[in-house]
């Protein structure tokens, strides 16, 4: 499985935008970029993911390198309850692919 | 979206008994299954993947007669710990592929407690 490598931590401000980066340098062609979150005693939760293009949705928006070797998480406006840890994750999307988690970013929401 | 159910959210049992937790996916089928474990402070580790009608695929270093799982159904999987012991005692967390634009929706994990 390709590895991903985040910052263990990250801290913010309430309403304010918050950038976690991802590398993947050795991604593969056929690679998806995947971004899950985990809220305290809680099973992860399904954020984004990519291929190649940017993405955006509802929760937040994934800009992917040219080179796709890292990617950005982006929040635009962060809440109290964006306070999770943050998995970049890379799998192959064709059929059920096992998904393998590294230790992510703990983001820490500042009132 | 894709919804999964995890049941029981918690249970505590005795050392030497067996637990058994339950993992639905509720408005989708799901032919594939994960069951993840995680202790306190770490990562989700995969343990193993639950296939529909045939044997589980379990990752290495997961005692498969320990952690028995059963995937009977396209909407059920069932993972049963065996003979638990307190070093058992963790939060598993099963997932499921729904619909591919939503990824993989996860259960919403069990704590078992084992004294």
């Known amino acids: 499985d390709a590895k991903t490598t985040q910052p263990n931590s990250m801290e913010s401000n309430e309403e304010e935008p918050v950038h976690l980066p991802c590398n993947h340098s050795?991604?593969?062609?056929?690679?998806?970029i995947h971004w899950y979150r985990q809220l305290p005693s809680q099973g992860p939760e399904y954020v984004i993911h990519?291929?190649?293009s940017n993405v955006n949705n509802r929760m937040a928006s994934l800009a992917i390198a040219e080179d796709r070797k890292s990617s950005t998480l982006i929040l635009h406006r962060a809440t109290l309850r964006d306070a999770a840890v943050y998995y970049c994750?890379?799998?192959?999307?064709?059929?059920?692919?096992?998904?393998?988690f590294g230790q992510g970013t703990r983001l820490t929401i500042n009132p | 979206g894709a919804v999964v159910s995890q049941h029981p959210s918690w249970v505590i049992c005795k050392s030497g008994t067996s637990v058994k937790i339950e993992c639905r996916s509720l408005?989708?089928?799901?032919?594939?299954m994960f069951w993840y474990r995680q202790f306190p402070k770490q990562s989700l580790m995969l343990m193993a993947t639950?296939?529909?009608?045939?044997?589980?695929?379990?990752e290495q270093g997961v005692e498969k007669d320990k952690f028995l799982i059963n995937h009977a159904s396209l909407t059920l999987s069932t993972l049963t710990v065996t003979s638990a012991h307190p070093e058992d005692s963790s939060f598993y967390i099963c997932?499921?592929?729904?619909?591919?634009?939503?990824?993989?929706?996860f259960g919403s994990g069990t704590r078992l407690t084992v004294v």
């Open positions: 997932s499921a592929q729904g619909q591919s634009n939503y990824g993989y929706t």
């Open positions: 050795t991604i593969s062609g056929t690679d998806y």
């Open positions: 990519g291929l190649t």
């Open positions: 994750i890379l799998t192959l999307i064709q059929g059920a692919q096992k998904l393998v």
């Open positions: 408005d989708f089928q799901a032919t594939t």
């Open positions: 639950s296939n529909e009608g045939s044997k589980a695929t379990y």
